[in-house]
Structures are given as structure tokens and as C-alpha cells.
């Protein structure tokens, strides 16, 4: 099973490099920019979230209590492999481009493979269905993720044997501690997905064309 | 003759004083303080006197009718607030004091009421509390932060004597915060606590110095500007996006105008001569809630005339609505076309300003739901 498991991230990943758009690199200094792209990339992580709301909810009712329970605030106990989310201040402030879009694409790339696992596992058709949808929308993002990075010149992260991160139960893995590991997998979605609404705001602020140059343009036309 | 009698009152008068002034300052006394509670009975002894020993009561200086005693013992029966003082009990011929209790009625706390809010994010937290009734004695708060198993410290307001600020350390985390608050007091203690997320708590304050001004040559034009909150640290990694409402003072119904960025707007739709009450609400982009409306800014559309009320002419008006906005606003009004005053025309969603051609061809359309 942990064999399986490891073949089967290896297999996802792949799956999610080799069905990227073929991006041409574009002149940095070209017309348009990688601007739109990052609109559209935010605009992407802001449908997701909508999207992980529901789902989430409806998949915390399947799991059951305490799962669904507004309240409920375990301690975060294994999930290890799981990319997190949280990060200082002053060290996310600072992150340079690069480093930002690969974070992105690194988190998302584990995430949507964890997803997959889901839903090999998950028990009603309905659910399958609305993991597959959300699947499918997560490696748009993906897509859109290695589109920019690849308009910015940057190379996309290479998963390199034997480190992919492996869902491998441990020999005492109990139901229990399934659910919980997929309430934490579903948790890091959705704080990821508002961590990249900030992260690609941030680049859209960076790559904004200096707005004065172009109403000078303007005015010089005369009324 | 005179003299003697003047001399020994004299006298009199300096023992009595003497006498008074032991009583006042013995040593024994530092009254012993008591908390007692709101509508129960109370005795107090008389210090280590006999129960059968002569005494007199006081509070607060004034006399206490002896059928509240029992024996040396003071009974009060359901204490109220206008119970506490200092009572004294005396020896009643000596006049010795002999036990004062400082007595306080009052009550065990309510469970405390509790919330937090982030209005400087991504810097940190500040969370409120207070009693729902009062309790008359004082209290002693005290309160926790936990983010997971780490304590974090809650730094107590310089000002507001009822108020904490966290620091966030992380960003991003998906770790719950729990901020728990006991309350204890001398008659009884209570508790409570809060759990919530991150980006749960996120309440911008309202926009400021929003100002509204009536743009020349132009009759049903309002400019409105305002400026992000100035405890928002950081308004360009975190931008805020704004909601703007305005009507004129004699109509109930607001329009709504939701924007995603830009801290000006220009209302092309206002009716001539009518002054607008125009207020502002803030939003990060995609995190928390909506901050309360800003205070109000009025204006008047500029007008050619001194105003006075044309019927004709605010007939030949229009109003195009200008949007009904898809994220859930303080005050959720969807503009209906169907009733009066509403402005109603074509809704169309983040729509900001019209072209005026659109606009009288909308007025041709819908010039009979025209009122004021």
C-alpha cells in the first residue's frame, strides 16, 4: 500500500506537468505583460475558495462530528507532509517573485494529489463528482500558476524522485485519524487559497505599469 | 462666680474629647471589609464581645434602631445596595469601640461577554470584554490567549481598561485562537471563552474623512472622496475595497455602489437640488467582514438657481440605478424596480456611471415611476 501510494503521487504529478499549457516564453517587455495573467490567476484562487466552501461543507457533514462542528479545534497532530500555509509576517513581506510563485505551485501541486487520494476514497457518487469538479478547477490553477511563472522566465519546480510527499497510513492509522488527516488536508485548501489571493495581489501590485505614464499620455492629446 | 462652672465644662468637654479621640485611634481598629450579597441576610458580631454584651451600633456615624439587634449581634435582612457603609459597634455605657466592618453588598459576575476583532491586520488582535450586569464590587479579569498549544500575550490597552492586543506572529495559520476570560470578584468567579480563525475576526474601521462635494456645471453630479482607515497598516499588500451608500435626506431607500478599488467615486445620478447623506464602508479584498459605515457626508448637488421646488423639472428626471452589489453589504438593498422613489431602472451590476444617453433613453422607459 505504501508503495502504491508513492507510484500513485509520482504518477499525479506527472500527470499535472505533462497536461500544462504549452506557455510560450514571452518578451518580458511585450505589450501586455504577465499582468493579465496574474488577474486572471487571482481571479482563479478567489473561484476556488467559493468553490471549497461549499464542497468543504459538505464533506465535513460526511466525515460526521466532531468534524462538522463549528468549534472544533484540534491540536495538529500528524499531517505532516501537508504544505503549510502559515508563515511570518515579515518573511512572507519579503519574499521575492520567484519564490512566491514557486511556493504557490509547490503547495497546489501536493494539495491537488492529496485531493486525488480523497477521492478514490470517498464514499457517495455526489461526492466523488464534486471532488473531481474541484480537482479539475485546482489544476487550472496550477496551470495558470506555471503560465505565469513561465512569462516571468522563472523554471518550474522539478519534483525529484523519492521526495514527492507519500500519503502513507501508518500501521495503526485509524479511521479517526483518516478523517482528521483529511480535515487538516481541506483546512490548508482553503487558507491556501486565501493566502494566494494575497500572494497574487501582491505581484499584481508589483507589475502594474506606472499609471502616470499613461494619463500624461492623455492629456497631452489636449481637450 | 462665673468662672468655675465655665472651667469644669471645660474640663468635661477636654475628657470627652480625650475619650473620643482613644476610640477613634486605638489600636485594634482597621475595619475589617466584608462582601456580602444583594438580597441575603447578614449578622455581624461585635467583634469578640459577649453575645449578651451591651452595645450600640452605628453606620456611618449615624445610630442604629436596637430592634435590628440580636443580642450584641447586628441582623440585617435582605441587603440592598444602600447597606454598605462602615458600622461601628460601641460599648454602650464606655462609649469604647469595639469592631468596625467596612461592609460592601454586591454581586457574584455574570458570565463576561467577550469578542475580538483585527482591525490592523495583518499586525494583530484586540479582544473586549465586560460584565452584562453590573456586580458593585470590584472585579479582576483575567485573560488567556492560546493559538494551539502556544500562549501568546495579550498586552493590556494603555487607555481602555477593558481591552487586550495580541500580536499575530504567524500569517496564514490554521491553527485556531482561543482567548478565554475568567472574572472573580469576593462573592463568586465566572468565565468564558471564544474560538475562531484567523481570518474570521477581520473588521477594518470605517473609511475617514469622507467628503462629498457638488461638481460644477453639473446639476446631478456628487463627488465623494474619502480615505483608507488609518489603523489599516498595510493597504497596498492588503487593499481594501470600499461600499459606498448615499440617498437624498427626504427618501428612506439607499443606493449602493460596491468598489474594488480607488478611494473616489463620482454619483451621476443624484436629483437636483436635494441634499444627499453619502457613507462609506471598508472591506479587505477577500478576508472578514465589512466595517460599520463611516460617518455621514452631506452634499448638494450643484444648481444653476436659488433651490426651490420645480415639479416639473424633477419629473423630466431620471435615476439610473447604478449597482446592486453580488457581496453581502452592510445593509443588503437590492434597488426594485418596482418600487417608487427607488430610482428604478435597468439593474446593472458594478455598473458605476452611465452614459447620459442611456440614461434618457431609460427615462422614456420609466418616467411614470417618478415621484418626490
Redesign the interface.
Known amino acids: 500500500m505504501d508503495e502504491g501510494d508513492s507510484w500513485g503521487m509520482l504518477a499525479c504529478l506527472c500527470t499535472v506537468l505533462w497536461h500544462l499549457p504549452a506557455v510560450p516564453a514571452l518578451n518580458r517587455t511585450g505589450d501586455l505583460g504577465p499582468g493579465p495573467s496574474i488577474q486572471k490567476t487571482y481571479d482563479l484562487t478567489r473561484y476556488l475558495e467559493h468553490q471549497l466552501r461549499s464542497l468543504a461543507g459538505t464533506y465535513l457533514n460526511y466525515l460526521g462530528p466532531p468534524f462538522n462542528e463549528p468549534d472544533f479545534n484540534p491540536p495538529r497532530l500528524g499531517a505532516e507532509t501537508l504544505p503549510r500555509a502559515t508563515v511570518d509576517l515579515e518573511v512572507w513581506r519579503s519574499l521575492n517573485d520567484k519564490l512566491r510563485l514557486t511556493q504557490n505551485y509547490e503547495a497546489y501541486s501536493h494539495l491537488l494529489c492529496y485531493l486525488r487520494g480523497l477521492n478514490r476514497q470517498a464514499a457517495t457518487a455526489e461526492l466523488r463528482r464534486s471532488l473531481a469538479h474541484f480537482c479539475t478547477s485546482l489544476q487550472g490553477l496550477l496551470g495558470s500558476i506555471a503560465g505565469v511563472m513561465a512569462a516571468l522566465g522563472y523554471p518550474l519546480p522539478q519534483p525529484l524522485p523519492g521526495t514527492e510527499p507519500t500519503w502513507t497510513p501508518g500501521p495503526a492509522h485509524s479511521d479517526f485519524l483518516q478523517k482528521m488527516d483529511d480535515f487538516w488536508l481541506l483546512k490548508e485548501l482553503q487558507t491556501w487559497l486565501w493566502r494566494s489571493a494575497k500572494d497574487f495581489n501582491r505581484l499584481k501590485k508589483k507589475m502594474q505599469p506606472p499609471a502616470a505614464a499613461v494619463t500624461v499620455h492623455l492629456g497631452a492629446h489636449g481637450f | 462666680m462665673a468662672a468655675p462652672v465655665p472651667w469644669a465644662c471645660c474640663a468635661v468637654l477636654a475628657a470627652a474629647a480625650a475619650v473620643v479621640y482613644t476610640q477613634r485611634h486605638s489600636p485594634q481598629e482597621a475595619p475589617y471589609v466584608q462582601y456580602e450579597r444583594l438580597g441575603s441576610d447578614v449578622t455581624l458580631p461585635c467583634g469578640t464581645a459577649n453575645w449578651d454584651a451591651a452595645v450600640t451600633w452605628r453606620v456611618n456615624g449615624t445610630d442604629l434602631a436596637p430592634d435590628l439587634l440580636n443580642g450584641s449581634e447586628l441582623v440585617l435582612r435582605g441587603l440592598e445596595l444602600g447597606h454598605s457603609g462602615l458600622y461601628a459597634c460601641f460599648h454602650r455605657d464606655s462609649w469604647h469601640l469595639r469592631h468596625q466592618v467596612l461592609l460592601h453588598v454586591g454581586l457574584p459576575p455574570r458570565e463576561p461577554v467577550l469578542s475580538c476583532r483585527s482591525n490592523t491586520y ?1 499586525k494583530g488582535f484586540y479582544c473586549n470584554w465586560h460584565l452584562p450586569t453590573p456586580t458593585y464590587i470590584p472585579n479582576t479579569f483575567n485573560v488567556t490567549v492560546l493559538h ?2 502556544k500562549i501568546m500575550v495579550c498586552e493590556k490597552d494603555p487607555a481602555l481598561k477593558n481591552r487586550c492586543h495580541i500580536r ?9 485562537y ?1 482567548v478565554s476570560i475568567s472574572v472573580s470578584n469576593a462573592l463568586g468567579h465566572n468565565a468564558t471563552a471564544i ?1 475562531f480563525d484567523e ?1 474570521t475576526i477581520v473588521k477594518p474601521d470605517p473609511p475617514e474623512n469622507v467628503v462629498a462635494r457638488p461638481v460644477p456645471s453639473n446639476p446631478r453630479r456628487l463627488e465623494v472622496t474619502w480615505q483608507t482607515p488609518s489603523t489599516w497598516p498595510d493597504p ?4 481594501l475595497k470600499f461600499f459606498l451608500r448615499y440617498r437624498p435626506l427626504i427618501l428612506d431607500q439607499w443606493q449602493h455602489v460596491e468598489l474594488s478599488d480607488g478611494t473616489a467615486h463620482t454619483i451621476t445620478d443624484a436629483y437636483a437640488g436635494k441634499e444627499y447623506i453619502i457613507q462609506v464602508a471598508a472591506k479587505d ?3 472578514g467582514t465589512w466595517s460599520d459605515w463611516s460617518v455621514a457626508a452631506h452634499a448638494t448637488p450643484w444648481t444653476e438657481e436659488p433651490r426651490h421646488l420645480t415639479t416639473e423639472a424633477q419629473a423630466a428626471e431620471t435615476t439610473t440605478s447604478t449597482t446592486s452589489s453580488l457581496a453581502p453589504p452592510p445593509t443588503t438593498k437590492i434597488c426594485d424596480p418596482g418600487e417608487l422613489g427607488s430610482g428604478g431602472g435597468p439593474l446593472a451590476p458594478f455598473l458605476v456611471s452611465v452614459p447620459v444617453t442611456l440614461a434618457l433613453a431609460a427615462a422614456a422607459a420609466t418616467a411614470s415611476n417618478l415621484l418626490i
Not at chain 2, 168 to 176: A, C, E
Not at chain 2, 236 to 239: A, D, H, K, L, N
Open positions: 495583518p494551539g498549544s499575530y506572529m504567524h500569517l496564514f495559520s490554521t491553527i485556531k482561543k474560538t481570518f497596498e499588500s492588503f487593499p479584498n477577500e478576508i
